[in-house]
């Protein structure tokens, strides 16, 4: 199994998740829920490694969320 980091961050402007990832080209994806972003990814990352020549079967995903909060 290859594996591909994917790391989603916390756009407070825009009020959604982002997804990106070095590892996989062209993965740029946003969701208003952290579950239903995960979701997307799952299914993009491996069309879009096989867009790139990468091997699409066997692919493990090292999700990493990151939101800044205020704790008061």
């Given at each position: 199994?290859?594996?591909?980091?994917?790391?989603?961050?916390?756009?407070?402007?825009?009020?959604v998740?982002?997804?990106?990832?070095?590892?996989?080209?062209?993965?740029?994806?946003e969701s208003g829920s952290l579950d239903a972003l995960i979701e997307r990814v799952k299914i993009a990352?491996?069309?879009l490694l096989e867009l790139s020549g990468k091997a699409?079967?066997?692919?493990?995903?090292?999700i990493r969320a990151e939101r800044l909060v205020v704790a008061a």
């Open positions: 199994m290859t594996e591909y980091t994917v790391t989603l961050g916390w756009d407070s402007e825009a009020r998740w982002i997804a990106e990832s070095e590892d996989i080209p062209g993965l740029i994806l990352a491996p069309e699409a079967h066997g692919v493990g995903l090292n």
